[in-house]
Structure formats: C-alpha cells, structure tokens
C-alpha cells in the first residue's frame, strides 16, 4: 500500500467466538496488536464468545459488537495468527471497503490450499490497492464496517439464545443453496452481503498463521502466482 491512509477516530471491535482453548501464538497476536492500537491511540473493544456452536458464538459477538459502538468488526478466528502491520493494513484499507477479509491457509489440506471462491469473478479483478474481489472465503480474518452488518441483522429473524439468556438477531446459519449444496455459516454470511449490495474484497498480500497439531503459515498471493506459473 503506497498512499498512506489516516485513521482518525476509527476505533474497531476483534470478535472472537471461541470453542475450544486459544492456542499461545494467537494470544500473543492480540496482545501485540492491542498493544500497537493503543500506542495509535486506537480504541479497540474486545468481543470474546465461549460457544461450542460457531453460529451461535458469531450470533452473540455480532450481537455485542451492535451494542458496543465501535466502528468497525473485525472478525478473527481463535485459531489464526497475525501481525499488528497486518491488522493495522486491513483496518486502514476498511476505510475505503466496508467488507474485506484475508485467505489463511487450509488445516484440512496441509496448508497448501486456501478456500477462495471466486467462481464467475473475472480473472485479476484487482483493486488500486491489490485487494481482489471475491464472492466469499473463511471469515477467520475479516473487517466489516457497522453499516452492513446493522443491515442485516435488521432484516434477520429474531432469536431467545438460551445459551446466553439474551434476544438477539439470527443472522449466522449453516443452511443448503438452490442447488442443493451445503453452505457454511461464513459463505452464507457473505451471500447475504453481496445480495446487499456490498462488494467482498480479499486482501492477498496478508500473511496468517493456521494453528493445528502445527502452525501453517502462508499468503494466497503466493498460492496465486504458483497457479499462474
């Protein structure tokens, strides 16, 4: 990123649904990281959910983040390693993009793949800033501005989580598509942006660490010019 992006009175919410123990390396990710916002000045709340259903724990964090007053939702998987440049990259370029995420590597497939949709996307479909739009990926890593996901709660039916003992939207859903496949809650999440109207915009340039019985590490503009060669 060339240009320099100011960043205000932004001030962003990390939303973390948890089901099971973090591991150390995500830990220390948002230590540093909240660390460096607050040497910016940079308000961050942190909206943790302890659920063993992921739709839930999404539910509940969004639910949080609605109340909570913060500008920005940055969604971040318990099991994801980051950087705080990186977390501070994503969170200047969400100035300009109200959705954008990074890809991280896959656990089921060793690490050397990332689960990128971009089928019907015109090839180097590529942003001034080299963010690629894409109709969906995991949302392990991904910045969201309040305005659309106050829209879709607004349009999502109304629940009594007995797991939390609060009212809140039911906006995450693991359900099947027209075809008759099935859709995780993160794909289904991102379907309901871009019927919005909201375009979804991976930054590749981002490297993650995927922590399992090991940690993969990787970047998707690696995997992207290993496919063009």
């Not at 964090?61 to 909570?68: G, I, P, R, S, Y």
């Not at 998987?77 to 994503?90: A, E, K, Q, T």
Request: charged fraction near 25%; hydrophobic fraction near 40%; aromatic fraction near 8%.
């Amino acid at each position: 990123m060339s240009e320099s992006i100011p960043l205000g009175n932004i001030s962003v919410a990390i939303g973390m649904p948890v089901g099971k123990p973090i591991p150390p390396q995500t830990v220390s990710s948002v230590f540093a990281t909240a660390f460096q916002l607050g040497q910016m000045g940079i308000r961050c709340d942190l909206l943790m959910q302890v659920c063993g259903v992921v739709t839930i724990g999404r539910d509940s964090v969004l639910d949080e983040f609605l109340k909570c007053g913060a500008d920005k939702l940055f969604w971040i998987d318990s099991d994801i390693v980051w950087s705080p440049n990186d977390f501070i990259r994503m969170l200047a370029l969400s100035t300009k993009h109200d959705v954008l995420a990074a890809a991280y590597p896959s656990r089921a497939h060793d690490g050397n793949l990332f689960q990128v949709n971009t089928d019907g996307i015109a090839e180097h479909t590529v942003s001034e800033n080299g963010l690629i739009n894409v109709n969906g990926l995991g949302l392990g890593f991904c910045i969201v501005d309040r305005k659309p996901l106050e829209r879709l709660a607004a349009k999502a039916p109304r629940v009594f989580d007995g797991y939390s003992g609060k009212e809140m939207a039911e906006v995450f859903r693991v359900d099947r598509t027209a075809k008759g496949f099935r859709r995780t809650e993160d794909i289904a999440f991102f379907d309901d942006l871009r019927d919005e109207g909201f375009t979804i915009w991976c930054d590749p340039s981002i490297e993650l660490g995927h922590v399992g019985e090991k940690e993969w590490r990787g970047r998707f503009a690696d995997a992207l010019k290993t496919k063009e060669t």
